[in-house]
């Protein structure tokens, strides 16, 4: 996984900008905790072929619980929601479902074998690389996802960085530091990534300065806006 | 240099992180400028040697800057800022001021072509790059800070070389250098990897809530003015008491 410090740092980002007047110490503990917790399918992976990666880090269940959200507390007469929590923290579910779905599986998907996007409608791992410029000579580039028309049949082929099944591919991590289905020599060296790029650094970097800031404003004199 | 779209986003995220009540479609691109302007120092090296990367990424700029603005609004008897600007303004400006050494600067910093921190008083492109890691063989092992490293900087960082040595090829300036290539290939990019990816369709995502959900109140307000039947819903109460807050923050 890229390590959870660096989900935390960015979701810290992301959080600051939402969360608006629910911004608070609880309210962060609990989108940091939903940014903890997909983490548990480390955990599965000793009962289920290739979970990590893909219990907790598709779009499928993300998208489900938001449909469900919706439907709860905007649709229905009486919502299930409302009468057990505050309006506050069903803001807050809100943001954790923004943070879960663009800082937490989005930064997996580039890393390593990726992330099962589609998982549990459909089983692949899929890997998110590429870029996009304008170049003088070529136009508009970019190499994401990979158009390709066979000249012969007309068929299509798009290529958007597939992987394997969860019957094929492990994603290493401190509780399965290897793949299982290969012999393992004793001791394994478990790692505990913190930041292990510039970026990933930046990216905790940033969390924790928004969070400083957003104190210091805080604890300056309440503004009477002009 | 980290493509300008990237610095864009990061801007984009601080505003919304620290702009609080000042938060609209103004505030916003003044500090999205801020954090792209540091780019336009590809401009300079058509004329200056080696100006990409240093004359705005530079620390001293926004140095100068912050003190200046310290100075005026908590030192002085009477804000030359906060009488024509307001409270407002202030925050604004500082959060500007954020955006151009954190959005602007840092993602050059950390780990792509480096930035030439204490140009002009000491020449060397810096970037942070390395690792962070805890193993159950030895222990933490960390490569993002360096003493005694060998190389141009005088900073524990690691060094890429001075303007002499080291050319940034940018889309304003394909080779780098002084003087006009008019014939050369260029490539501006949008984003160069998955990750750079992942934080613009973040921060364009976090955007649209934000502008949706003040725009929404916003109605909400104009409507509570011309009449004040019909406020059924719990949504409604809730948003415009979210409004009313925010306005008194």
Known sequence: MVSSVVHAGFALLLAAGLLGDHYDRRALAAVLAIIVIPEADSFLGSIMSGAHRTVGHNLVLPAAAAALLYYDTRLRERSALRERLADRWIAVAWVGLFVHAFAHVPLDWVHLEGVNVFWPLRDRFYLLDGEILLSTADGFVQTFVDLQVDPETGGRTVDAGGGGTTETVHVNNPVQPRDPDEPIEEPVERIFPVANAGWRLYLVGTGLFALAARRLQDRAPPEDES | ?249
């Open chain 2, 1 to 249: 240099m980290a493509p300008t779209l990237v610095n864009a986003a990061f801007g984009a995220l601080l505003a919304a992180a620290l702009l609080g009540a000042a938060f609209d479609r103004r505030s916003v691109a003044v500090v999205v400028a801020a954090a792209v302007l540091p780019d336009l120092d590809a401009v300079a090296s058509l004329a200056v040697p080696g100006a990409t990367n240093a004359l705005l990424h530079a620390v001293w700029l926004p140095l100068a800057a912050g003190v200046a603005l310290y100075w005026d609004t908590e030192i002085r008897d009477v804000s030359r800022l906060r009488e024509r600007a307001g409270r407002r303004g202030v925050r604004i400006a500082w959060v500007a001021l954020a955006a151009f050494l954190v959005a602007g600067v840092g993602p050059d910093l950390f780990g792509s072509e480096g930035a030439n921190l204490l140009y002009p008083l000491h020449d060397a492109y810096y970037v942070v790059s390395g690792g962070f890691l805890l193993s159950t063989e030895e222990g933490i092992v960390q490569t993002f800070v360096s003493f005694g490293a060998s190389g141009p900087g005088i900073l524990p960082l690691e060094a890429l070389g001075t303007t002499d040595s080291y050319a940034i090829a940018t889309f304003a300036n394909p080779g780098g250098r002084p003087g006009l290539s008019l014939g050369a290939e260029r490539e501006f990019a949008l984003v160069r990897t998955g990750w750079q990816l992942v934080v613009v369709a973040a921060a364009a995502a976090l955007l649209a809530v934000r502008f949706r959900r003040g725009g929404r109140a916003g109605r909400e307000s104009q409507e509570g003015r011309g009449s004040q039947e019909g406020r059924g819903s719990q949504e409604d109460r809730k948003e415009s008491t979210e409004n009313a807050a925010e306005v008194s923050r």
